[in-house]
């Protein structure tokens, strides 16, 4: 019997996620019945929302059980199948989880072309996150020419895209990111007309100075300090796509701060702004446009993206936790296996 390897939830953190609360454990690899498939994965896919899932606390979508493999979208090789349309050696998208192997009915998986852009994009800049920082943006934020536009996390997978989609609709684009390096790729790579740095002191000045004309779009990704610090800027008639709140994910009890919910309200009123939290899921019926739009930009080279690359399924862990604290540069993947190896 071939062996192969997966993570479970082994507990449910309280406050950061600590590596014993996932394990690594061997297991059969399993053998597909009629109508299924056997897949080996690639690549998996480590995102933020995966601390929720390690919660039971009430949120938009059920929790991973303890005991269960952890949920995560993978790039995926198919090795054996019974499942019409699929053959051995096909690439696709899969919510396989974290595990080497599993079995596929088809459902939520479809094929990649590799001829179109690196398989691994798949779970970046032309998968799930691209499609968040595009609808988000453009459903929510709807930039004009001549505006400016503020997003967090600005170096890492929604971030990045966001602020090069404004560019190219004619706004400026002006990044929040965690450290010089991060701050000097968002400008001098990603082409962000400033980029201002979270981790040091007076941010709220230092935004102010690179938002001369105050903020009409603020793409949410961070919440607590940062949030405090963009919140007065916000010109009348702003629109603030409610994305992420990165900054709260580990919190045991919320963070402190200066704005009130009756002084938080009051400014949504008087400078008439709009907030709107979001799924990306609420936006499936853009996939099609996003697919189009962004894979035309990255051929046009008016799009660029980066990948951290943890290699080896067993780093998973450490490599989530690194996520949440902002040690990743770029979307987070764990390569797992070489495709025909
Ligand atoms: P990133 O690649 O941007 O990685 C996460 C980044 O968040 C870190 O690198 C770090 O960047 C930043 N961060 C972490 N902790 C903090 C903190 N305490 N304060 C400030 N910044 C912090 O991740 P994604 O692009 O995948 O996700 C970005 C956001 O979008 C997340 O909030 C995520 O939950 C959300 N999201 C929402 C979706 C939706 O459907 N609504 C779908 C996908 C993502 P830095 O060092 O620059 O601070």
Sequence with gaps: MTTGVRIILASRPVGEPKESDLRVEPMPVPVPAPGEMLLRTLWLSLDPYMRGRMSDAPSYAAP?????????????????SNLDGYAPGDIVLSPSGWQTHAISQGKLTRKIDPSIAPISTALGVLGMPGMTAYTGLSEIGQPKA????????ASGAVGSLVGQIAKIKGARAVGIAGGPAKCRYVVDELGFDACVDHRASDLAEKLKAACPGGVDVYFENVGGAVFEAVFPLLNSFARVPVCGQIATYNATEWPAGELRVSKLTRDILTKRLTFRGFIVSDFAARQADFLRDVSTWLREGRIRYREDIVDGLEKAPRALIGLLRGENFGKLLVRVAAPGA
């Design 146 to 153: 001549g505006e400016t536009v503020v997003v967090s996390a």
């Design 64 to 80: 991973v059980q303890i005991g269960q493999v952890m949920e995560g979208r993978t790039v995926s090789e198919v090795i054996a």
